[in-house]
């Protein structure tokens, strides 16, 4: 099946027309960016964000807003598996794309008939990009709208994860690696048998989380796997606030990680257990975290 380019005549004067609308493109600046797209063989909107013409976040504010379309925030947003395995990996990376949810019967336990997947895009005017998912999918596409850096970190983190981890951790500064647990060999291991760059990377994650508790004067740090998601909040002032999200298969690592810091039976998944940890990070040692309790649901 072949499909138009996004840089096809129509594609481009939908988008162009939307951004001139929305004041965001002056006519001088769209015919520099389609000009360097034709030359170059990139989309149109490629061109209009690396020219710096217009930010991500105004180019998905309008296009949301003149096709009436949702606009989704993939940063907090979880993908789980199955939905991840709707589009090949190849398809989500040539038209930037990336499926955020099953939507009426294609849920579990529905016959087959309306189903639709929601698909957060950069450019949802690229009919050849829609035709392309849909055949691919099998199923009907319901487009959304997200920015380019959101959707290519969404994609990192559903089809990808391990790799995702590696350039997530590899953003945090070096100095979370120096944080030290009291009574703990520094070089200390899960006992889960996993390879050594997984056990480095769960480390620093778990040193962050930390850390970012003991900045944030948190008297409590929650680690709370929901359905599709991994949530880590803070107690401040009596207040539950969200701190980040996490991809739920990091679930059994991180925990292991925390009751290896606060000396936990690691085999104990069914009984509550309480332990102990004293800190020292940025150079003073914190004994605010005193108490740490696990209560795991199997």
Same mark, same amino acid.
């Given at each position: 099946?072949?499909?138009?380019? &996004?840089?096809?005549?129509? @594609?481009? !004067?939908?988008?162009?027309? =939307?951004?001139?609308?929305? *004041?965001?493109?002056?006519?001088? /600046?769209?015919?520099?960016?389609?000009?360097?797209?034709?030359?170059?063989?990139?989309?149109?909107?490629?061109?209009?964000?690396?020219?710096?013409?217009?930010?991500?976040?105004?180019?998905?504010?309008?296009?949301?807003?003149?096709?009436?379309?949702?606009?989704?925030?993939?940063?907090?947003?979880?993908?789980?598996?199955?939905?991840?395995?709707?589009?090949?990996?190849?398809?989500?990376?040539?038209?930037?794309?990336?499926?955020?949810?099953?939507?009426?019967?294609?849920?579990?336990?529905?016959?087959?008939?309306?189903?639709?997947?929601?698909?957060?895009?950069?450019?949802?005017?690229?009919?050849?990009?829609?035709?392309?998912?849909?055949?691919?999918?099998? &199923?009907?596409?319901?487009? @959304?709208? !997200?920015?380019?850096?959101? =959707?290519?970190?969404?994609? *990192?983190?559903?089809?990808?994860? /391990?790799?995702?981890?590696?350039?997530?951790?590899?953003?945090?500064?070096?100095?979370?690696?120096?944080?030290?647990?009291?009574?703990?060999?520094?070089?200390?291991?899960?006992?889960?048998?996993?390879?050594?760059?997984?056990?480095?990377?769960?480390?620093?994650?778990?040193?962050?989380?930390?850390?970012?508790?003991?900045?944030?004067?948190?008297?409590?740090?929650?680690?709370?796997?929901?359905?599709?998601?991994?949530?880590?909040?803070?107690?401040?002032?009596?207040?539950?606030?969200?701190?980040?999200?996490?991809?739920?298969?990091?679930?059994?690592?991180?925990?292991?990680?925390?009751?290896?810091?606060?000396?936990?039976?690691?085999?104990?998944?069914?009984?509550?257990?309480?332990?102990?940890?004293?800190?020292?990070?940025?150079?003073?040692?914190?004994?605010?975290?005193?108490?740490?309790?696990?209560?795991?649901?199997?």
């Amino acid at each position: 099946m072949s499909t138009s380019p &996004i840089t096809s005549v129509a @594609a481009k !004067s939908f988008l162009a027309t =939307i951004m001139t609308k929305a *004041g965001l493109v002056s006519a001088e /600046d769209l015919k520099s960016s389609a000009d360097r797209a034709d030359r170059t063989g990139k989309r149109l909107w490629e061109t209009l964000l690396d020219d710096r013409v217009i930010t991500e976040d105004q180019m998905a504010e309008a296009l949301a807003r003149y096709l009436h379309l949702p606009c989704v925030r993939l940063a907090s947003t979880t993908i789980g598996k199955e939905v991840a395995g709707r589009i090949p990996e190849d398809v989500a990376l040539k038209h930037t794309c990336v499926p955020v949810k099953l939507e009426g019967d294609a849920l579990p336990g529905k016959s087959k008939g309306k189903a639709m997947l929601l698909v957060a895009m950069v450019d949802p005017t690229d009919l050849g990009a829609l035709q392309a998912i849909e055949f691919s999918t099998g &199923i009907k596409i319901r487009p @959304a709208v !997200s920015t380019r850096t959101e =959707i290519a970190d969404a994609i *990192g983190r559903s089809y990808s994860p /391990d790799q995702w981890l590696q350039r997530f951790l590899a953003s945090i500064p070096e100095d979370v690696d120096s944080m030290r647990v009291e009574g703990l060999d520094p070089d200390a291991e899960d006992a889960s048998g996993t390879g050594k760059t997984k056990i480095a990377s769960t480390v620093k994650l778990v040193n962050l989380l930390l850390q970012r508790a003991i900045e944030s004067g948190a008297s409590d740090l929650h680690i709370e796997p929901s359905v599709n998601e991994l949530r880590v909040r803070l107690r401040r002032d009596g207040m539950l606030t969200d701190m980040m999200q996490l991809p739920k298969w990091l679930l059994d690592s991180v925990v292991s990680r925390l009751k290896i810091l606060a000396k936990l039976n690691i085999a104990e998944r069914r009984r509550p257990q309480d332990g102990r940890l004293k800190v020292e990070a940025g150079g003073r040692e914190v004994d605010q975290i005193g108490r740490a309790s696990c209560r795991e649901r199997v």
